[in-house]
């Protein structure tokens, strides 16, 4: 018999002594009657015990094991999958630096220079969208280096896509974005009263408006992103210079990886994925996920 069962077993013959002694008096008579039911109960409960303990072995033979075999192999055949895309992905970043497989070089790249006639109208015309929810630490920050962005001003549009259903947020981006405008830049918040698709359903009901039309690019940032003031100078022409070039996305760096040793180790394995999975898919020139920022 288990000893974890011994102590309910006690207290089961514990309670029946304290019920017969409240119901039928205490005589020696009764306490020997009790001590016989007692034994048989507890005969009665050991045998109920061996079958619970037979069904529980019989179903993890015939039920649990299997199941469990079966996700092993599938994990262990999975590790294998992993393990060899990783080591093809290396191969393929081996083939790419030896041949200095860079973008400079495989696409035409000139940097954007103001017509001495037109001024800065030969330059596009650039979106930037910033689409944030209750970003209260953060919107600040984006919105600030957003507007920092060296292009024309005459041509960059901002969109602040704004779901928040924060009141005190609301009202702080209200702010935030009457800032700089009174400083020229043109920025202004699109909000909606539903929150249909969520993030992606807010950058797509923001491009339906009438100014987004006259738009040749649209830069995409996510609330917590600061973007570097040369970002459009670096990535605009790629998208001038080569017709065929439908998207440019930008790897991330991190303000606080060296905060302590969890941010180390997200830092690693984010750089991982840019430096290795990302660099991959562009020299095969395969599809690749959206970082948040392109």
Not at 42 to 70: C, D, H
Not at 155 to 168: A, K, Y
Request: proline fraction near 4%.
């Amino acid at each position: 018999m288990s000893l974890y069962l011994k102590p309910f077993l006690f207290l089961y013959d514990s309670t029946l002594s304290l019920l017969l002694f409240l119901f039928n008096g205490w005589s020696l008579e009764d306490t020997a009657a009790a001590h016989e039911r007692l034994e048989t109960n507890n005969n009665a409960a050991e045998s109920e015990w061996m079958q619970i303990q037979y069904l529980w072995r019989k179903t993890r033979s015939v039920v649990l094991l299997p199941i469990f075999k079966g996700l092993v192999i599938m994990c262990l055949v999975l590790s294998i999958i992993v393990f060899f895309e990783s080591f093809y992905m290396n191969i393929v970043i081996l083939f790419g630096k030896l041949l200095r497989r860079k973008p400079e070089k495989l696409y035409k790249w000139e940097a954007m220079q103001e017509d001495v006639e037109a001024g800065s109208e030969n330059y596009p015309i650039v979106l930037v969208q910033i689409p944030m929810y209750n970003e209260k630490e953060v919107f600040q920050i984006s919105i600030a280096a957003v507007c920092n962005l060296l292009w024309p001003s005459s041509r960059l549009v901002i969109q602040v896509v704004d779901d928040s259903t924060d009141p005190v947020v609301r009202e702080g981006v209200d702010i935030e974005i009457a800032k700089w405008q009174s400083q020229g830049i043109n920025i202004r918040c699109e909000r909606r009263d539903n929150r249909n698709g969520y993030k992606a359903g807010a950058m797509k009901e923001a491009l339906t408006h009438n100014y987004v039309k006259q738009c040749d690019f649209v830069a995409v940032f996510d609330a917590d992103f600061q973007p570097e003031p040369d970002y459009l100078a670096r990535t605009i022409p790629f998208l001038v210079h080569n017709p065929d070039v439908a998207l440019v996305q930008a790897r991330w760096i991190f303000v606080n990886a060296n905060k302590c040793l969890m941010t180390r180790m997200q830092e690693m394995s984010l750089n991982y994925h840019f430096k290795v999975e990302q660099e991959s898919g562009f020299t095969r020139h395969a599809f690749f996920g959206f970082n948040g920022t392109i």
